[in-house]
DNA sequence: CGTATTATTGACTCCATTCAAAGATAGTGG
DNA sequence: CCACTATCTTTGAATGGAGTCAATAATACG
């Protein structure tokens, strides 16, 4: 809370998420700047809210370490996990609009992340438009996802998984992590609400995609073992 | 394309537009600052391209009469209707992250538009911070739309239908149109692209709404006889 | 007026859901 | 450490909603 105290904090020279988070693309003295708006001490547990639907809008978030959900509860009490947000990437664009939350996020491990207090957007836009360039990609980056998310609900449950396994292991392998062995962050109840199917559905494409060799599948632990295989099922015409 | 004849524009304060589009919450210094790096002249018929899927992000496109679907081809060569456009809506966002759009923006029928050229984009931050906040707000409101739309992916026919009448209804209401007759800007086949049905299943869910007096169908023109009935659809626990 | 496009309607099929039951894993406290 | 419980996952069988196929009807347009 206390933006004066820096001692504490780490600047986004020192964070070894420089290149895929926020500052991608700016000059040092931008970074500096930048850094003195950020507040870089977030922690949260497994469970823990970063922030609510309907909650009034008042930060960017950028996560740092884990990984979180965002999810939307319907007018018949039905939830949907509307993203996974992964380290290096950005929440919170969507409480803009209306001034607050459209979907909660939720830490589903331990995270650490970074906070742009919503009152500075202005400011920040007017003194580094580099960074206001930046920020405008990374709604255009939701907006994008979002779109895909919209095709793929139309495609029948083997694609949408295919699909949702191949997103994952891309954005994973992006941030330096490997591409072809990682743990789910969901259980198959959260994939099924992602994806729009119900949680056995998504237990028998894994075991689909296992038998024909495409995957191995420990509880929540994956391995791409064909990695071409399983993106012809989404991408071949 | 040249910028400096601006005889032929329309500046901000004279369109009907004003309080619906960009300028939205602009004090009149602002406005016409920005009235000069927007081109005011862009005319399109039915049918026609505002933009292509896959062309490199260029402009920002406001819509000040017509309409228009923002149609994306997937891999399989299906077409997929992400949104339609109302007057007053702003286009082309999706197009910001990896510099070319996500998708077509096609006429409906004759059109007339803004255009916000790409370049301008940090230049309007820097000079009019209030204009990059706007444009962070029409952002996020494409981002929730979107989030919306993946909701409704999940929901029956039925409820995906009351949906797409309603939310019509609603942004014609806001832009000044009557919210209780209007005509379809999409055919049957549309629809369904958009709502991920088929046209058969439109066709037999408009009937049906029409059989329980919800709504009276002649064709394109909808009449919304029981607003309540048809929001209880897709709204009721 | 004739043709192409768009829309309606019916019968049948199939994919994913629902319902149900059992198995596996992780976490907790004695 | 093990038993106990809650949570998560797997698997099977039956059901149902939307898709597909097909034929006809209505409208728009040149």
Chains 1, 2 share one sequence.
Request: with cysteine; proline share 3%; glycine share 6%.
């Amino acid at each position: 809370m206390d933006r004066t105290n820096k001692d504490f904090q780490v600047s986004c020279n020192n964070c070894k998420l420089d290149s895929i988070c926020l500052p991608r693309g700016l000059s040092l003295t931008e970074i500096n700047e930048l850094s003195i708006e950020v507040k870089t001490n977030g922690m949260l547990n497994k469970g823990d809210y970063i922030y609510r639907q309907g909650d009034p809008f008042s930060r960017i978030v950028a996560l740092k370490s884990g990984s979180a959900k965002l999810v939307n509860i319907d007018n018949h009490g039905n939830e949907h996990i509307l993203n996974v947000s992964l380290p290096g990437e950005l929440m919170g664009f969507d409480g803009l609009y209306q001034d607050h939350y459209n979907c909660s996020a939720i830490a589903l491990e331990k995270i650490s992340f970074c906070i742009l207090p919503a009152d500075n957007l202005e400011f920040i836009s007017k003194k580094i438009p580099s960074v206001s360039r930046e920020l405008f990609k990374h709604c255009s980056d939701t907006i994008n996802q979002a779109q895909q998310q919209i095709i793929s609900t139309k495609s029948p449950a083997e694609e949408k998984l295919s699909l949702f396994l191949m997103d994952l292991s891309d954005r994973l392998h992006a941030r330096g992590f490997s591409s072809h062995e990682f743990y789910l962050p969901l259980t198959r109840q959260e994939i099924g609400e992602h994806l729009g199917l119900t949680l056995e559905t998504v237990s028998r494409m894994l075991k689909q995609f296992q038998n024909q060799n495409l995957i191995s599948v420990e509880r929540k632990l994956i391995t791409i073992l064909d990695a071409d295989g399983l993106r012809s099922i989404h991408n071949e015409k």
